[in-house]
């Protein structure tokens, strides 16, 4: 389950959303470590409202399976919607940051709905009520991984976005990712 959890977790925690565009600006304008602090606050937060978001998730499935039915297809739209939209992107602005503490961190994952939708999508596809820790836990270690490398990488990730089309290119190939992973998830 690990292995297929990450294989589904990849082009959406790697692909260019608020979190990692926060943490890629923050990064290019302040270096790796000036974004510790957000990054352990965002991941702290992450943890504990995937959790209560699984164990939602799960009691409604339970209590109404046809609601695993419709949310699993408003799900597997709303990827291919994001794989069209992230496919047609043009290249990404920075915008300008300032160095952003444990609290911000809190707030972006908080105010952040690519991350409810994500966590809504992992769950009805990996929501076994035995797995609801390990999902939390595999969820939040894989995008502690996707910040620090958009942290670590900032400013070459934003040199690339400002030039010609690189950006465009990569945006296609996340969307081709994600495109696939939601193909993959009507089979499930």
Not at 37 to 58: D, E, K, Q, S
Not at 124 to 135: C, K, M, P, T
Request: include cysteine; proline fraction near 3%; glycine fraction near 10%.
């Amino acid at each position: 389950m690990t292995l297929t959890l990450l294989i589904f977790l990849f082009p959406l925690a790697y692909s260019p959303g608020p979190g990692n565009l926060f943490f890629a600006a923050n990064g290019a304008r302040f270096g790796f470590w000036a974004t510790v602090p957000a990054n352990i606050g965002y991941h702290i937060a992450t943890w504990f409202v995937t959790l209560a978001v699984g164990a939602g998730m799960l009691a409604a499935f339970t209590a109404y399976p046809l609601v695993y039915t419709v949310f699993k297809t408003l799900g597997v739209a709303y990827i291919l919607w994001l794989a069209w939209k992230i496919y047609g992107a043009g290249q990404q602005a920075g915008q300008a940051a300032k160095v952003a503490g444990f609290w911000d961190g809190v707030v972006l994952l908080v105010l952040n709905p690519k991350a409810y939708v994500l966590m809504a999508l992992m769950y009805s596809q990996f929501g076994q009520a035995d797995a609801l820790i390990w999902v939390a836990t595999v969820f939040t270690l894989n995008n502690i991984v996707a910040f620090c490398l958009f942290s670590l990488a900032g400013d070459r990730i934003a040199a690339r976005f400002a030039r010609g089309q690189n950006g465009v290119r990569a945006n296609k190939a996340m969307a081709i990712m994600l495109a696939a992973v939601a193909v993959w998830m009507l089979f499930l």
